[in-house]
Every structure is written in structure tokens, then in C-alpha cells.
């Protein structure tokens, strides 16, 4: 079993109030991924058991940018034995079928936004 940081960072000087534009102003590292640039595709890989810790930080290192929620997508089982919630994010990953998508949902300036990343989980 391991545990796999995430982090969002968020490049809060792009979002726009359009859900649509929430991916452009985001990249996701992922503690098992050696690109240093980050990922664009929002995909997760971990395997039963893991623990999940997600993190959140503004672009600008400056921003107030807060995780608010991580839920299931509508209609896709949840994922997570135990689900990451506040003040520690983490999460377990239980049975899982290949991939499974899930919301995170942050805040900034006033405004709460969703970004769909998966976790890929070999069967």
C-alpha cells in the first residue's frame, strides 16, 4: 500500500466564471508521476488500498484557494473505501473496476469550481 499526494494547482488569474474553462487553468502532480511540468489529463493511477492525500495550491503561491469537496461523479461508484474529506484530504481506494471519475470542488474568490480528474486503478 502507498500513499499518493496529489496536488492541484490552480492558475486562479485564468479561471473564468465558465465551468468549461476550469481544466485550461489547472494541473495536477501526482506523487508517483515524475513529470515535472504536471498532467493536463487529470488521470490518477493507484491500486487497492492506497491512500489518496490531496492537496490544493494557487499558481501565484498567493491566492486563497480552498478544496471544498470530493464526491463520486453522478452514477459512477464511489471509489474510495474511506472518503477524503476536510481537514485532511485523504482517502482510501477500495474495489475498484479500471477507472473511476470523481469531482473535486474548490473555491476561490467567492466562487466554487469543479474539475472531473480519474483514478485509474489496475484490474
Known sequence: M???????????????????????ACLLYDSTVTDPEGSTDFQINANEGDDIIFHISAYDNATLVLLTGITAKEGQANLF?????????????GTANGTEAFNIMFSTGGTTYTLDPIIRVPV
Not at 3 to 8: C, E, G, M, S
Not at 81 to 89: E, G, K, M, Y
Open 2 to 24: 502507498a500513499t499518493i499526494h496529489v496536488t492541484l494547482v490552480v492558475d486562479t488569474a485564468t479561471l473564468t466564471s465558465n465551468p468549461s474553462d476550469v481544466p485550461g
Open 81 to 93: 473505501r474511506t472518503n477524503p474529506a476536510a481537514p485532511s484530504w485523504k482517502g482510501t481506494v
